[in-house]
């Protein structure tokens, strides 16, 4: 078992910053890859960043390239995401997922997830 518990999430003006945290615990071990999605009300939910504990590039949603960076702290076992210049289309609920394997942007490839922190961004 994997949990995961996601911060910082909250209200800001368009142009402003926040940064998530998600700290996971259990046997993160056998889950080496930690991804951030996002779903905003009425829409599917879609891929923002992954990466690995160790190694590889973090590929990012084409949309957030220049804006979002995913970072880790390995000691800590928390992943971080990184959110500037905030736009109010970035509006959703993000959740930190774990996944073994493949470094997927696939939803259903990841098994464990957090409960979600809201960010909405204002115009």
């Known amino acids: 078992q994997v949990q995961l518990v996601e911060s910082g999430g909250g209200l800001v003006q368009a142009g402003g910053s926040l940064r998530l945290s998600c700290a996971a615990s259990g046997r993160t071990a056998t889950y080496d890859v930690m991804g951030w999605f996002r779903q905003a009300p009425g829409k599917e939910r879609e891929f923002v960043a992954a990466?690995?504990?160790?190694?590889?590039?973090?590929p990012y949603l084409d949309s957030v390239k220049g804006r979002f960076t995913m970072s880790k702290d390995n000691a800590k076992k928390t992943v971080y995401l990184q959110m500037n210049n905030l736009k109010p289309e970035d509006t959703a609920v993000y959740y930190c997922?774990?996944?073994?394997?493949?470094?997927?942007?696939?939803?259903?490839?990841?098994?464990?997830w957090g409960q979600g922190t809201q960010v909405t961004v204002s115009s």
């Open positions: 990466t690995r504990w160790i190694g590889e590039p973090t």
């Open positions: 997922a774990a996944n073994n394997g493949l470094l997927s942007t696939s939803s259903s490839s990841y098994k464990y």
